[in-house]
């Protein structure tokens, strides 16, 4: 994150409008049970931060992402899958939530892209091996014979 | 002082329009006097352009809080260090870092540019003269560091405590070394689309350029990887942010072109694609630059978030990008075309590296320009964040790292396969072990563990599996092999080094994302918890009076297995008044390559405290890692065919030529 000067400070003054600097899971929030627990991180590390930038609920100390940590964590103890979960919270606060983008219509380019630059960029390559079977021999110019003749000449002479 | 500054900049940018002009001229009419003029002017551009950053560097060393830069960014409490590197810890002074930068490297090629054809060292300058002229302007109109404050303010508003840190001596200058280092690259290739001529002793003189960037970038981003780590109070060392991203994309594009430009100039093939990957390296640089310092991302991150500056940068970018790129299309196709390869061949592994590696730039910078796209366009907001970039960007790279360790084997032009699978054989048992050992014998191991470790030990294994073969270990007697090992070309080492790197950092982000430890408690002074075997007592917190900062000192000692205490980490909580803000300094023990990382959270009564402790295995593996890619980028960097061998305009005699590489 911190690639630039004034990066990391920004960060900080961002978070210090949502109330000190803490750590963002606080031990009052932890499951009683590990299972259950573990899954809540996991959870917590795919939803966003909704008042930061680019972090998840789980890296952020704002109380909005406390509501949605403890929020995570009553589903889960109420027996709902991850994917309850997930579904639950983006119909409260909608696909923005999502550090990773569901595929749809609208992310089709977005998750599509890689394999098919992949692909062309694969295509690419065998159609430009298979038409430069050929060698093109370029002839010399009046300068690199000059240039060659020197050294030639040079030789010679040693 | 200031006003000098000032004026030298001002110098700076007239010298740098005559330095964009004169030598371009010279060369296209063939007037020796004219292109000459280039060198002098390069050079007395970056002395003046060093002053006028002289004069910054005093007006923050002397705390002259009439500039209204340093009144922003310092204070008079502040330590000596980092009221030397506030200069450019904010927007102004890091912009003019900036240009010092590009103008050190202008006046290098300048310098040792000798060698190099009269109207290609016009041509390259110029272009250099080009993109010094757009930032010098961008400075002097938008962003001036030497404008001054009447009255004058007795006391700064302090450097921002984050900042505050050895990191910030070293990781922009080496970031931007690494930036503008491409520049270079940018402009031979300018300059070769100019000249419509290319062949391979361009890549050449152009491949030392590209590895000297890239090792400062590896650092830069390293670097920046381990201040984040141990700054921000969350062990996380990558994070996929926007501005991460920024510097990420020239890395992976550097890392190709770096590749391409080897077989530009051994067998004289990829030419044009060469070309066009050094265009678009430092078009990422920009666009990064862009990116961080127009705050279109609308990123907390970015310290500049004037629109009047963001409009400046997109005109900046789309000329030198949207330029550069026509006048490839323009040119590219009266070059001619290189050598031919078979498909399996050294060729044919680096070609391959290319399609991964630029695959992977392009991934991560779609998903780092989609949210934005997206919402210009259909209003849609969506979020791009890690776990996006882990799946793809994982997915595409973990092919490439498994086939690194064949591409130093293979031969050039026609490669055998199978010759190169036997022979890393070896290297492909010591993986499968790594991983059985991992599914056996760690409690815990998951699948993605167990391949994680083998991939780490194949590239590690792979790498020294091409030294032992190429110094011929154990078909030779030994002091034989331990001679021609000695001899082997210098860039044989800095491959086999700089693939070893890689693998020692997918080992430490293996180990760490795998086997991490975490414990969240309350701890009253004398309580003890456990953590990944250890036991670890808690000390009690103790008021410090530091010299702009106050902070509460919690001290923690690790207690061995007979109830002896062993060492002890200090973690603590500062605040800063002159900008009324609290920060965290975690307390880091390191052990063997892994850390103990506490960091403290909110006070509770009766002297008790929120411990955030977490166990990180293996975790400096991956910047040691990555230290071990810049050696072997440095010891590449001394290769005899780049130190003597760039083709000088003397004819040389046959026995001073270089050796032919090994392979």
Same mark, same amino acid.
């Given at each position: 994150?911190?690639? %630039?000067?004034?990066?990391?400070?920004?960060?900080?003054?961002?978070?210090?409008?949502?109330?000190?600097?803490?750590?963002?899971?606080?031990?009052?929030?932890?499951?009683?049970?590990?299972?259950?627990?573990? $899954?809540?991180?996991?959870?917590?590390?795919?939803?966003?931060?909704?008042?930061?930038?680019?972090?998840?609920?789980?890296?952020?100390?704002?109380?909005?992402a406390?509501?949605?940590?403890?929020?995570?964590?009553?589903?889960?103890?109420?027996?709902?899958?991850?994917?309850?979960?997930?579904d639950?919270?983006?119909?409260?606060?909608?696909? %923005?939530?999502?550090?990773?983008?569901?595929?749809?219509?609208?992310?089709?380019?977005?998750?599509?892209?890689?394999?098919?630059?992949?692909?062309?960029?694969?295509?690419?390559?065998?159609?430009?091996v298979?038409? $430069?079977?050929?060698?093109?021999?370029?002839?010399?110019?009046?300068?690199?014979?000059?240039?060659?003749?020197?050294?030639?000449?040079?030789?010679?002479?040693? | 002082?200031?006003?000098?500054?000032?004026?030298?900049?001002?110098?700076?940018?007239?010298?740098?329009?005559?330095?964009?002009?004169?030598?371009?001229?010279?060369?296209?009419?063939?007037?020796?006097?004219?292109?000459?003029v280039?060198?002098?002017?390069?050079?007395?551009?970056f002395?003046?352009?060093?002053?006028?950053?002289?004069?910054?560097?005093?007006?923050?060393?002397?705390?002259?809080?009439?500039?209204?830069?340093?009144?922003?960014?310092?204070?008079?409490?502040?330590?000596?260090?980092?009221?030397?590197?506030?200069t450019?810890?904010?927007?102004?002074?890091?912009?003019?870092?900036?240009?010092? /930068?590009?103008?050190?490297?202008?006046?290098?090629?300048?310098?040792?540019?000798?060698?190099?054809?009269?109207?290609?060292?016009?041509?390259?300058?110029?272009?250099?003269?080009?993109?010094?002229?757009?930032?010098?302007?961008?400075?002097?109109?938008?962003?001036?560091?030497?404008?001054?404050?009447?009255?004058?303010?007795?006391?700064?508003?302090?450097?921002?405590?984050?900042?505050?840190?050895?990191?910030?001596?070293?990781?922009?200058?080496?970031?931007?070394?690494?930036? &503008?280092?491409?520049?270079?690259?940018?402009?031979?290739?300018v300059?070769?689309?100019?000249?419509?001529?290319?062949?391979?002793?361009?890549?050449?003189?152009?491949?030392?350029?590209?590895?000297?960037?890239?090792?400062?970038?590896?650092?830069?981003?390293?670097?920046?990887?381990?201040?984040?780590?141990?700054?921000?109070?969350?062990?996380?060392?990558?994070?996929?942010d926007?501005?991460?991203?920024?510097?990420?994309?020239?890395?992976?594009?550097?890392?190709?072109?770096?590749?391409?430009?080897?077989?530009?100039?051994?067998?004289?093939?990829?030419?044009?694609?060469?070309?066009?990957?050094?265009?678009?390296?430092?078009?990422?640089?920009?666009?990064?630059?862009?990116?961080?310092?127009?705050?279109?991302?609308?990123?907390?991150?970015?310290?500049?978030?004037?629109?009047?500056?963001?409009?400046?940068?997109?005109?900046i970018?789309?000329?030198?990008?949207?330029?550069?790129?026509?006048?490839?299309?323009?040119?590219?196709?009266? *070059?001619?075309?290189?050598?031919?390869?078979?498909?399996?061949?050294?060729?044919?592994?680096?070609?391959?590296?290319?399609?991964?590696?630029?695959?992977?730039?392009?991934?991560?910078?779609?998903?780092?320009?989609?949210?934005?796209?997206?919402?210009?366009?259909?209003?849609?907001? /969506?979020?791009?964040?890690?776990?996006?970039?882990?799946?793809?960007?994982?997915?595409?790279?973990?092919?490439?790292l498994?086939?690194?360790?064949?591409?130093?084997?293979?031969?050039?032009?026609?490669?055998?396969?199978?010759?190169?699978a036997?022979?890393?054989?070896?290297?492909?048992?010591?993986?499968?072990?790594?991983?059985?050992?991992?599914? *056996?014998?760690?409690?815990?191991?998951?699948?993605?563990?167990?391949?994680?470790?083998?991939?780490?030990?194949?590239?590690?294994?792979?790498?020294?599996?091409?030294?032992?073969?190429?110094?011929?270990?154990?078909?030779?007697s030994?002091?034989?092999?331990?001679?021609?090992?000695a001899?082997?070309p210098?860039?044989?080492?800095?491959?086999?080094?700089?693939?070893?790197? /890689?693998g020692?950092?997918?080992?430490? /982000?293996?180990?760490?994302?795998?086997?991490?430890?975490?414990?969240?408690?309350?701890?009253?002074?004398?309580?003890?918890?456990?953590?990944?075997?250890?036991?670890?007592?808690?000390?009690?917190?103790?008021?410090?009076?530091?010299?702009n900062?106050?902070?509460?000192?919690?001290?923690?000692?690790?207690?061995?297995?007979?109830?002896?205490d062993?060492?002890? *980490?200090? +973690?603590?909580?500062?605040?800063?008044?002159?900008?009324?803000?609290?920060?965290?300094?975690?307390?880091?023990?390191?052990?063997?390559? +892994?850390?103990l990382y &506490?960091?403290?959270?909110?006070?509770?009564?009766?002297?008790?405290? &929120?411990?955030?402790?977490?166990?990180?295995?293996?975790?400096?593996?991956?910047?040691?890692?990555?230290?071990?890619?810049?050696?072997?980028?440095?010891? +590449?960097?001394?290769?005899?065919?780049?130190?003597?061998?760039?083709?000088?305009?003397?004819?040389?005699?046959?026995?001073?030529?270089?050796?032919?590489?090994?392979?």
């Amino acid at each position: 994150m911190r690639k %630039f000067p004034g990066i990391v400070a920004a960060t900080l003054a961002g978070m210090l409008a949502f109330g000190g600097i803490a750590h963002a899971v606080q031990p009052d929030e932890v499951l009683k049970n590990p299972a259950l627990e573990s $899954r809540a991180r996991a959870l917590s590390s795919e939803l966003r931060c909704m008042v930061c930038q680019n972090q998840s609920i789980d890296q952020s100390d704002a109380d909005l992402a406390r509501d949605l940590r403890v929020l995570v964590r009553e589903r889960l103890t109420k027996g709902d899958s991850d994917e309850q979960v997930l579904d639950y919270i983006v119909s409260r606060y909608g696909e %923005f939530v999502l550090l990773k983008p569901r595929l749809s219509l609208h992310t089709l380019l977005l998750w599509g892209a890689p394999l098919a630059l992949l692909l062309c960029g694969a295509v690419a390559v065998l159609y430009s091996v298979r038409t $430069r079977r050929v060698a093109e021999v370029s002839a010399l110019s009046e300068q690199e014979k000059q240039a060659l003749e020197a050294i030639l000449h040079d030789d010679r002479k040693a | 002082m200031v006003e000098i500054g000032h004026f030298a900049l001002v110098l700076a940018f007239a010298l740098s329009l005559v330095q964009s002009v004169v030598p371009l001229f010279g060369a296209r009419t063939g007037n020796e006097r004219l292109m000459a003029v280039g060198g002098p002017v390069t050079v007395t551009g970056f002395a003046l352009t060093a002053l006028s950053f002289m004069a910054l560097t005093t007006a923050y060393m002397q705390s002259d809080f009439s500039v209204a830069n340093v009144w922003e960014n310092s204070h008079s409490l502040k330590p000596m260090l980092y009221k030397f590197t506030g200069t450019w810890g904010n927007h102004e002074g890091s912009m003019l870092l900036w240009v010092l /930068i590009l103008t050190f490297f202008g006046a290098l090629v300048a310098a040792f540019g000798a060698n190099l054809p009269a109207t290609l060292r016009a041509n390259v300058l110029a272009v250099q003269g080009w993109i010094g002229a757009a930032f010098f302007l961008f400075i002097l109109t938008t962003s001036n560091p030497f404008a001054r404050l009447v009255p004058a303010p007795i006391e700064g508003r302090d450097l921002n405590p984050i900042l505050q840190d050895i990191g910030l001596a070293v990781h922009p200058p080496l970031l931007y070394l690494g930036y &503008v280092g491409f520049s270079v690259c940018f402009s031979f290739a300018v300059a070769a689309l100019i000249e419509g001529k290319i062949d391979a002793t361009w890549a050449r003189w152009v491949r030392p350029w590209t590895l000297a960037a890239w090792v400062f970038l590896t650092g830069g981003i390293a670097m920046g990887s381990y201040w984040a780590y141990y700054e921000l109070g969350w062990g996380g060392f990558w994070f996929w942010d926007p501005v991460e991203n920024a510097s990420f994309m020239p890395w992976l594009a550097g890392t190709a072109l770096l590749h391409s430009a080897i077989v530009m100039e051994k067998r004289s093939a990829l030419k044009i694609w060469t070309l066009l990957l050094a265009i678009l390296t430092f078009s990422l640089s920009l666009l990064g630059t862009f990116l961080v310092r127009s705050g279109v991302l609308t990123s907390v991150h970015a310290f500049a978030t004037d629109p009047s500056r963001g409009v400046f940068i997109l005109c900046i970018l789309m000329l030198f990008i949207g330029g550069s790129l026509a006048l490839f299309a323009l040119r590219a196709g009266s *070059l001619t075309a290189g050598g031919m390869f078979q498909p399996i061949s050294r060729e044919g592994a680096l070609v391959l590296n290319n399609l991964f590696l630029t695959t992977a730039t392009a991934t991560v910078l779609i998903g780092t320009l989609y949210p934005l796209v997206l919402e210009a366009l259909t209003g849609d907001k /969506i979020s791009v964040g890690a776990p996006f970039f882990n799946l793809t960007f994982g997915a595409l790279i973990v092919p490439l790292l498994l086939l690194v360790p064949f591409g130093p084997l293979l031969a050039w032009k026609r490669g055998d396969i199978y010759a190169a699978a036997q022979r890393l054989m070896m290297a492909f048992g010591g993986a499968l072990i790594a991983m059985l050992v991992t599914v *056996l014998f760690i409690d815990g191991a998951t699948v993605f563990a167990a391949l994680g470790i083998g991939i780490a030990f194949w590239l590690v294994l792979g790498a020294l599996t091409d030294l032992v073969l190429k110094s011929g270990f154990g078909k030779v007697s030994g002091r034989i092999a331990l001679s021609r090992l000695a001899g082997l070309p210098r860039s044989v080492f800095g491959t086999a080094l700089a693939h070893l790197g /890689i693998g020692l950092t997918v080992l430490g /982000i293996v180990g760490v994302v795998s086997f991490e430890a975490e414990r969240i408690l309350t701890m009253k002074p004398g309580e003890t918890t456990e953590i990944a075997g250890r036991i670890v007592r808690f000390e009690g917190l103790r008021p410090f009076q530091g010299p702009n900062f106050t902070e509460d000192r919690g001290r923690f000692v690790l207690v061995d297995a007979a109830g002896k205490d062993g060492a002890a *980490l200090i +973690s603590s909580k500062r605040f800063y008044p002159a900008r009324r803000m609290p920060t965290t300094e975690a307390g880091i023990r390191t052990m063997g390559f +892994s850390q103990l990382y &506490v960091s403290l959270g909110d006070e509770l009564p009766e002297g008790a405290v &929120v411990v955030h402790m977490w166990w990180k295995p293996l975790v400096t593996l991956i910047w040691l890692g990555g230290l071990v890619m810049m050696l072997g980028g440095a010891v +590449s960097l001394t290769d005899r065919r780049l130190r003597v061998g760039a083709p000088s305009r003397k004819p040389t005699r046959i026995a001073d030529k270089p050796k032919p590489a090994a392979s």
